[in-house]
């Protein structure tokens, strides 16, 4: 795919200090394109995986063509397929949109057995971390139960993400054991990313995994990094440039997610 452009725009959020955890001004969340451009349709690659590295060795998001989910940890990318097997992907290959940061913990908490996705909300709101800042959560251990799902690869002419997950394979796991990597970000950045939490899930042996639909844990700890800084690689492409991203895609969002 021939290489294209893209242009970078650099929020610097200022971090105060907060109860439990200091962010420094050097971790950044990069991110590739915006979730409603991907909402839309425009699922072609824009930069390779070979740079994405670069920019981080933690993160999520997916590949050229909607093929598949990815899941970045300690540095490798791999896919979750269609058929929900995970396979490591060439540096060659390219993403339409995905965000990563190089992962520093800052915090550690064991959390209690039975969390689930809904209490793990509560559980974070009662640390401190401030919700207007964006935070990497890193889970690892044991899990009574996961729910995942995958996307296929898409061909020309795209339909609308929101008519692609309609047909999204899914996938239970039980007494697993993996790892679960994502990020929350504040309610500002609708349009832009996902507010709130969004995770991707990996089993331990690296062979499966997904978008992590809900889970309940047994032995699991959870690390988390705040970041400070937010570094929007925006596509300089026709499509993107033509795309219509002033309506409203929650709706879209809430129905993709869930």
Known sequence: MKRLIVATLIIAL?????????????????????????????????????????????????FDSLDGEMIVVDGQVLRVSADGRARVVADNETTPFASVTHFDAEQQLQLPADTTLTSLKTL?????????????FHLKGSFNSVATRSVPRQVKPYTPLVEVVKSQPLFNFEQVEGVMVGFYCPAYV???????????FLTADHSAGGHVLSFSTNQVTLE???????????????????????????HELKKVEQ
């Open 190 to 200: 609708k349009g832009i990313n996902v507010p709130g939490y969004h995770l991707h």
């Open 124 to 136: 974070i709101a009662k640390t401190g971390l401030s919700p207007n800042l964006f935070h990497a």
């Open 224 to 250: 988390i990094d705040t970041l400070p800084r937010f570094d929007l690689q925006l596509p300089m492409t026709q499509q993107f440039a033509q795309v219509d991203l002033k309506r409203d895609r929650q």
């Open 14 to 62: 200022s971090a105060t200090t907060i109860a439990i955890t200091t962010a420094t001004a050097g971790e950044v969340l990069h991110q590739v394109s915006t979730i409603d451009a991907l909402l839309a349709g425009l699922y072609d690659g824009v930069i390779p995986v070979s740079k994405l590295k670069q920019q981080g060795d933690f993160g999520i998001g997916t």
